[in-house]
């Protein structure tokens, strides 16, 4: 079993003064800390909710694998319905910027950069479509935030009406 000192830390600090909590260990410790915690098996719900207002419940299932300042997420979705899709998540930390970058990449044919920076325990990254995407959207946020026995992904359209929004809660294994 994962030990998260850190995390409980973090997570008391901000109850008790309302606010984010940064890592406060040497510099890359934080990091390695908050990467580590993304590796493992996790499974759970959510939804994908297109631009013309309809939405697919999902179950999902990802894998996280660490190494160093290196993070990949590889995850399949699937609907009730014949629906599923492999989504390939790939980021590095950068300790002389602070900065996180890489590629997110769904098997029905989006392909994102992504580039951004860790708060406490959320990893806020920009989401831009490149020339390679089948249907690109507008620009948009992914969101992976670690929380108690799991993370959560989001992804937010900058355009209303536009593009699609994700809500991922996986539990972790």
Request: proline content about 5%; glycine content about 12%.
């Amino acid at each position: 079993m994962k030990q998260y000192p850190m995390a409980i830390a973090c997570a008391v600090a901000a109850l008790l003064l309302a606010g984010t909590c940064a890592a406060q260990t040497e510099p890359g410790n934080g990091e390695a800390s908050f990467l580590n915690a993304l590796e493992g098996r996790f499974s759970g719900d959510g939804t994908l909710q297109n631009a013309g207002g309809s939405s697919r419940s999902l179950k999902c299932q990802f894998n996280g694998d660490q190494q160093g300042p290196r993070l990949s997420l590889d995850g399949s979705c699937r609907t009730a319905a014949i629906f599923s899709a492999t989504i390939r998540i790939e980021l590095r930390h950068d300790p002389s910027t602070g900065r996180y970058a890489g590629t997110f990449r769904e098997s029905t044919g989006t392909v994102a950069d992504l580039g951004g920076r860790r708060q406490g325990q959320r990893l806020t990254l920009a989401f831009n479509e490149t020339a390679e995407s089948v249907r690109p959207n507008p620009p948009a946020t992914l969101t992976i935030t670690r929380q108690e026995g799991g993370i959560a992904l989001t992804l937010r359209g900058s355009q209303p009406g536009k593009g699609q929004n994700l809500d991922l809660a996986l539990r972790e294994d």
